[in-house]
């Protein structure tokens, strides 16, 4: 992207011209998808912080397919928001798949969404264990009443753990709601 400035309170923005992002694509396909089927979207997110959320609302007439989204960083917070049973962090962790499951869930127990992608990780480039590394992260998808969950480790720094997390939820998503 170029920014130009072209005085203290005037600024002019050009994007590059080879076209949408592998990201943008992938939101246009699952809104045709969410949009074929009649469904709502929402998302529960800890480690990409609304990334996914942003992703999807980034694209206009977003509100005919996306509901809600839970930007649940804290472990308090996929308690409150999303009704994730303390215990189940305390036993397994936020990171796990029990977790990412319970979440996916959640975001579709609370809201008028029939469709859900949860993600939980360590995006690094601190937080990371033996067991739990930076780049892991658990996905959760609720699709129809369906519950998917997958543990994915992705390499690189905290943006592009976070920009292939976001990538990955998506692509999940669309193959599942191809398959509902």
Sequence with gaps: MVIKVNGMNDASFSADASGPSETAALVEQLAKALQDKGWMMATA???TGGLIAGACTDLSGSSNWFERGF???SNEAKTELLGVDAALIAGHGAVSEQVARAMAEGAVARSRAQV???VTGVAGPTGGSVDKPV???W???SVGGQTRTERRRFQG???EVREATVDHALHVLIELLRRA
Aim: charge should be neutral.
């Design 45 to 47: 997110e800890s480690c």
């Design 71 to 73: 930007v649940t960083y």
């Design 116 to 118: 859900s992608v949860a």
């Design 135 to 137: 780049g892991t992260v």
């Design 139 to 141: 996905f959760g998808w």
């Design 157 to 159: 720094g905290r943006a």
